[in-house]
């Protein structure tokens, strides 16, 4: 099967090391929790029993989109579903599959791409809604659900197209209108939704002060030494980065894609459970 050339995003790499779970996404954050580790981590859990609550009685069968490293997909396996999973990331397959012991099936393909002669009882989509063109990864759901089934959709949105949230990156956020406009023309039906937004604001709270206070200063420090130290080192990595038109330094100003006042202020975060019409 082809392929588009997926290149790995390095923030994950940190991001799974820091952080010591198997799960990308958000936390689903109680009242009063401090932004730790710990919290997120328990947040993080928490989430996904979010998610379960939503997924209807009778649903037995899962494909899992844009499956990180495995978290959801062994949750889900714990609680009975048949579950199948994928993503284009070359890094998560080896992670994924490493988490699961090869005991969840992984396709390494884009959701557009995916072919499959199964039909699933319902869609997936874990902070993964972001990465699919709305038109067609509604087409895409309608061809892999079996008649009747259900695609849950958990993720951020805007509610304004402001210039301040125009990723420079492959995600890109949908307008929340837009994309349940989408739905309905698509023919499916919003059956249940639940803005979680204060939720999981934490979140990027606790990613903000960890890049501020820690990954942000070492970075800087880091570069700095290169330039006294290894200057030919420092050199080329300018160079790298040149053709982006950015320097590494400005890099590191850019490296986190949304501030908690700019998701506040013009984004929301939405479950929303929609039936194949």
Not at 26 to 34: A, L, P, R, S
Not at 50 to 71: H, S
Not at 177 to 203: D, K, N
Request: with cysteine; aromatic share 12%.
């Amino acid at each position: 099967m082809k392929r588009k050339n997926i290149k790995t995003d390095v923030a994950l790499i940190y991001f799974l090391e820091l952080v010591k779970t198997k799960y990308l996404h958000f936390g689903y954050w109680e009242e009063g929790d401090g932004l730790t580790l710990k919290n997120l981590q328990a947040a993080q859990e928490r989430f996904i029993e979010k998610m379960i609550e939503f997924i209807p009685e009778g649903v037995q069968t899962i494909l899992d989109v844009g499956c990180g490293v495995g978290g959801n997909a062994l949750k889900l396996k714990e609680r009975g579903f048949i579950v199948e999973s994928l993503s284009p990331d070359p890094f998560q397959q080896k992670v994924f599959e490493e988490n699961t012991h090869h005991e969840i099936p992984f396709h390494l393909t884009t959701f557009e791409e995916f072919e499959c002669d199964k039909r699933f009882d319902l869609v997936l989509m874990s902070e993964s809604v972001q990465y699919i063109a709305m038109e067609p990864g509604f087409k895409k759901s309608r061809e892999v659900l079996k008649d009747g089934g259900f695609l849950l959709a958990a993720d951020i949105f805007k509610t304004e197209d402001a210039p301040e949230v125009r990723y420079k990156r492959r995600a890109q956020p949908h307008l929340l209108e837009e994309y349940l406009r989408c739905a309905s023309s698509s023919g499916f039906q919003l059956i249940r939704q639940q803005c979680i937004a204060s939720q999981v604001l934490p979140t990027l709270m606790w990613g903000n002060m960890v890049y501020a206070d820690y990954l942000k200063p070492i970075g800087k420090a880091t570069l700095t030494a290169l330039q006294m130290r290894r200057p030919w080192l420092y050199s080329i990595l300018k160079r790298l980065y040149r053709p982006k038109g950015i320097s590494i330094e400005e890099l590191l100003e850019r490296i986190l894609n949304m501030t908690p006042e700019v998701f506040s202020k013009y984004m929301t975060y939405m479950i929303s459970l929609f039936q194949k019409g």
